[in-house]
C-alpha cells in the first residue's frame, strides 16, 4: 500500500480524542465535555484539570480534594533539587524544567500511567520553575504554601511575595486557556512515547522537550521581544511597515489550524488591559496595523492574531520574567499532555508506528565500484 507524503503531516488524522477539539474555521476551542473555552476561562485551574482529566467539572467535594492531593505533592525530591542544582546557571529554563521533571519521576521499571501521577507531576511542574528561577537570581527558594490555590502558589514561589488576587487570576486564565490544543507537536510526542509502554514522567519529558522548540513553545517571549523594539504607539505603524518591507516575520500573527482570531487570544486581549496597560498601548496599536498590511500584502493566507500575541502582556503582568513564558506554557500544558496519554493508554494504546517514504536510490540501480 502506498501513501501520499504530506510535509509536517498537515491534515493527517493521528488520533481519536475527547480531550479538546480546535475548530479552525469556526474559530473555536473546545474542551472536554463539549464546553466551548469563552465557558471555561473564569473557572480555576483546577476545575479545568479535572474536567480534562475526567471528562466532568468536580462537584465541590471534588474540587477540595483534587485542591488538597495538588497541595500535597508540590514538594521536590532529593534527585530532582540534585539535578538541578548541578546546572549551570545560564541554561535555558527549560532544561532545568526538563532536567528536574526527569530526576523527580525517576523509578524503576515502567509502570502504567495513571491520575495520582499525572497530578504530582503537574503540581511539580511550577516547583521546579520557581526553584531554578531562585536559584538563577541567587536568593534562597521558596517553599510551597498549601493555602495557595495553583496560580498564586507558582507566583508565591517565583517571588517569595504573596501575589495581589488579580494577578494570580491573569496567570490561572492563561493556564486554562493554554491547558490543551488538540495534537500539537508537544501533545504528539507525549502520545508517541507513551505508546510505546513508556512511563508517564517520560512522556512529560519528551513533551516538554518538544515545547522548548521556538516554533512551538518559544512564540510568546517572541512576541515580547519584538513588541519591546517598537519604541510607543505612535512608532507602531512605521515598525510594521518596515518590517514586512524587509520581508521579516511579526510574531503573533498567523496559525497552523485557525482560520481566524484565536479564541484564547479575544480573551487574552481583554484580560491584558488591565493585567498590562503599557503593554496593551503598544500591542494594540501593533496589531491593528499588522493586520491590515497582512491582509492587503497576503489576502490569500489568514494572518489572524493567534494566543502568543496577548499571551506575552498577561504574563508579564502577572510578574513572570519573559524567559520563563515557555515554562508557564509548559506549567499549563502538562495537563492537556497527561490526559492525552491517559485517554490513549485506556482507548488504544498500541504502539505509533508511522510509514516514511523511500526516497533513496533503488539497489538494483546502484552502481557497484568494481575492484
Known sequence: ??????????????AQTEISEVDGHQGRLIYRGGYLIEELAHLSFEEVAHLLWTGSLPSPQQLSELKTQLAAARSLNDASRAATAALDLGVDPMDALRTGLSAHGAGPGCPKPTLDQAIGLVAAVPTIVAAFRRRQQGKDE???????????????????????????????AYLILLADHGLNASTFAARVVASTGADLTSAMVGAVGA????????????AMKMLNQVGGPEKAEAFVIDVLDKHGRLMGFGHRVYRTYDPRATILRQLVQSANPTFYAVASKVEEVALRELLARHPE?????NVDYYSAG????????????????AASRIVGWSAH??????????????????IGPDPSQRVVAKA
Open 341 to 358: 496519554v491517559l485517554e490513549y493508554m485506556a482507548k488504544d494504546g498500541r504502539i505509533l508506528r508511522p510509514a516514511s517514504q523511500w
Open 301 to 305: 493566507r489568514p494572518n489572524a492574531t
Open 314 to 329: 498577561v504574563l508579564a503582568g502577572a510578574g513572570l520574567p519573559h524567559e520563563y513564558f515557555t515554562c508557564a506554557f
Open 1 to 14: 500500500m502506498t501513501s501520499e507524503f504530506v510535509p509536517g503531516l498537515e491534515g493527517v488524522v493521528a
Open 142 to 172: 521558596v517553599a510551597p504554601r498549601a493555602d495557595l490555590d495553583h496560580a498564586a502558589n507558582f507566583l508565591w514561589m517565583m517571588t517569595g511575595e504573596e501575589p495581589k488576587p488579580e494577578q494570580a487570576r491573569w496567570l490561572e
Open 211 to 222: 515545547l522548548k522548540g521556538p516554533a512551538h513553545g518559544g512564540a510568546a517571549t517572541a
